[in-house]
């Protein structure tokens, strides 16, 4: 996942991002000041997994198909930073990256937490919104606007959806352990690999369902791979994920075994040689996360 390309087409999705969210309708409101720059935060901080995982798609493109790429990478992680804002507030977590989280801004000074609480809601409705707005106002053909659009939506309902089985499920005194993969499927594995896969295909004109079984079982690795990793800190919060069910030792079998058949997926799937390889680079970076942890 270190190409040089990558790492380039990365940041051009990060302009196109920064630019779009600088450019507002200027408000007399320090508190929609500190939820802009709250989002800003979340939206451009991290790996950027799911816009590399958009350029790995679409592959080392030039002209329309990358400019459809840099527009889909900048929609999909600002999508995942609003997601995060959610998620934190959702968990209770208070910490993102080693900075207080949204909701915990200092900016909002001796506010009640219930304002911290509607900054951070409103904080991550305004990111989803945004993407919307991002792609929909971008230079793209109508007919690669609508598809982009269509899918879209379709990850969001998809995650919103699962994070709702997440807040059940750590509701239950003992929610059985196919509820919480299905969950964590939902919430995680689509916009983190289908949709951002997707994407990419759809930018250079390729049938994006080639990738939709390689995404199931690279999400499903990630899941896991997570599962492990946040192991003591869930426990910590009181939250349920599969790694509260099984042995360390077995959720890790179970991400190989994911890691394996998408690789095998990969090699078969007839991809552009960049693509396949770049692709058999994202399921090796998940499975050195495992050995990491493990």
Not at 71 to 87: E, P, R
Not at 108 to 135: E, M, N, Q, T, W
Not at 223 to 244: M, P, W
């Amino acid at each position: 996942m270190n190409a040089l390309w990558l790492d380039e087409r990365v940041k051009e999705s990060l302009s196109v991002l920064s630019e779009f969210l600088e450019s507002h309708e200027d408000f007399d409101s320090p508190l929609f000041n500190v939820t802009l720059a709250g989002l800003s935060r979340y939206a451009l901080m991290g790996k950027h997994i799911r816009s590399r995982l958009v350029h790995i798609a679409a592959g080392q493109v030039e002209g329309t198909a990358r400019e459809a790429a840099v527009v889909f990478g900048a929609c999909i992680d600002l999508l995942h930073g609003s997601f995060l804002i959610h998620d934190d507030l959702i968990d209770r977590d208070d910490v993102r990256r080693g900075q207080p989280a949204l909701h915990k801004d200092p900016k909002l000074g001796a506010k009640s937490p219930h304002v911290g609480y509607s900054v951070a809601i409103l904080a991550g409705d305004l990111g989803i919104a945004r993407a919307f707005d991002l792609l929909a106002t971008s230079q793209l053909g109508d007919s690669l606007v609508r598809s982009a659009l269509k899918r879209l939506t379709q990850s969001c309902s998809v995650t919103i959806t699962g994070e709702l089985l997440d807040v059940e499920n750590s509701a239950s005194s003992c929610p059985a352990p196919q509820q919480i993969r299905y969950a964590n499927a939902l919430k995680t594995a689509d916009y983190t690999f289908a949709c951002p896969l997707y994407l990419g295909s759809l930018a250079v004109g390729r049938n994006p369902a080639l990738t939709d079984p390689i995404a199931r079982e690279l999400g499903a690795a990630f899941q896991a791979a997570n599962d492990i990793d946040d192991a003591e800190v869930d426990a910590a919060n009181n939250r349920t994920t599969l790694a509260s069910f099984q042995a360390l030792s077995r959720v890790a079998a179970e991400c190989n075994a994911h890691i394996d058949e998408a690789q095998r997926l990969i090699k078969f799937a007839h991809l552009p040689r960049d693509v396949t390889a770049n692709l058999l680079d994202v399921a090796e970076w998940i499975r050195s996360s495992v050995k990491k942890v493990c």
